[in-house]
């Protein structure tokens, strides 16, 4: 078990004791027979890691309203280029299943995908980058806007986390969960050009909109690190307190924010990319992971990894409309309708 399964179970005390203190009453989820999401809105996508399937979510009446199997581990997911298909990585099944995002009828799936974990596709749409977190690689495939073809598999630290890519199209940045680095990879030659030791547990990494500085949610401890890339060598420029277990990334839309899920301390902070300095730290109640932030930028969808829920909070009010129940280990969550990234 590694270091960051170790921390979960750790924090799942507290998180179970913060959800059942804060937790708010939800309408009955439909039965996986029910209609398909309402049309005149997206669905809202949340994978369940332990069901080996996803959630669809009608966001006109908050219900469930079906589950699609997937393969095994299913974590996160991300869209095509071409927004016909968003992306769903299934880890321990080695494969990636597409989706409609628009109806959430499965297009088709892909085998041989070794260990998807996590996923991101270049902003030019050449490269399809993905991080084996059990294998300790990274693989680049090439995208021709339908198949993918393996450029090269890359050798990296102790079991990688998390992905970014420049808005360049040149770099990927990669986090190495257990031998705590942040790595940097060229996306045209396929090569590894610096690594740099972070603090405990680097899962999320975001990146600044002048392809500047990263940022860096450290698991293992009640941090954000920030970095300055823009030159041959990474430098540590701040560090940011958040919360105990800081983990993911969540533009709030307005290009000045960005959220923070403190999956421990069941607490989501907001970033103010300007001054690094947090603004603001609010409830996030059953171990908050990945999230999701509407159209508007109104309501923040979370994925509450331990109470089995989606969590929709208020960013005006910063308090808890609603929960509705999904399937077990809740991780990665998206719709279409989202505010800018």
Known sequence: ???????????????????????????????????????????IFVLNSLD???????????????????GKEPHHLYLTPDEKSVIVANAAADSLTFIDPKTAEVQRTVRGILDPYHLRFSPDM?????????????????WDGKDLQLAKRIPTGKTPSHLWIDSKSTTAFVTMQDSDELVAIDLPTQVLRWRAKTGTMPADVYGTTDDRHLLVGLTGADIVEVWDVSGKEPRKVNQIQTGQGAHAFRGAGDGRHVYVSNRVANTISKI??????????????????????????????????????????????????????????????????????
């Open 126 to 142: 050449k490269w399809f980058v993905t991080a084996a977190n059990r294998l300790n690689h990274v693989d680049i495939y090439k």
């Open 1 to 43: 078990m590694n270091r960051l399964l170790r921390k979960w179970a750790l924090g799942l005390v507290s998180a179970t004791l913060a959800f059942a203190a804060t937790a708010q009453p939800a309408k009955p989820a439909a039965s996986a027979a029910s209609s398909a999401p309402s049309a005149a809105s997206a669905p």
């Open 272 to 341: 103010d990319l300007q001054s690094f300095t947090r603004v603001a730290t609010f409830p996030a109640p059953g171990g908050p992971d990945c999230m999701e932030l509407m159209s508007g930028g109104k309501l923040l969808l979370v994925s509450s990894r331990w109470a089995r829920k989606m969590t929709v909070i208020d960013t005006e009010t910063q308090k808890i409309v609603r929960q509705v129940p999904v399937g077990k280990s809740p991780h990665g969550i998206w719709t279409l309708d989202h505010a800018r990234r």
């Open 52 to 70: 080996a399937n996803v959630s669809i979510i009608d966001p006109v009446t908050w219900q469930e309203t079906r589950r699609i199997p997937t």
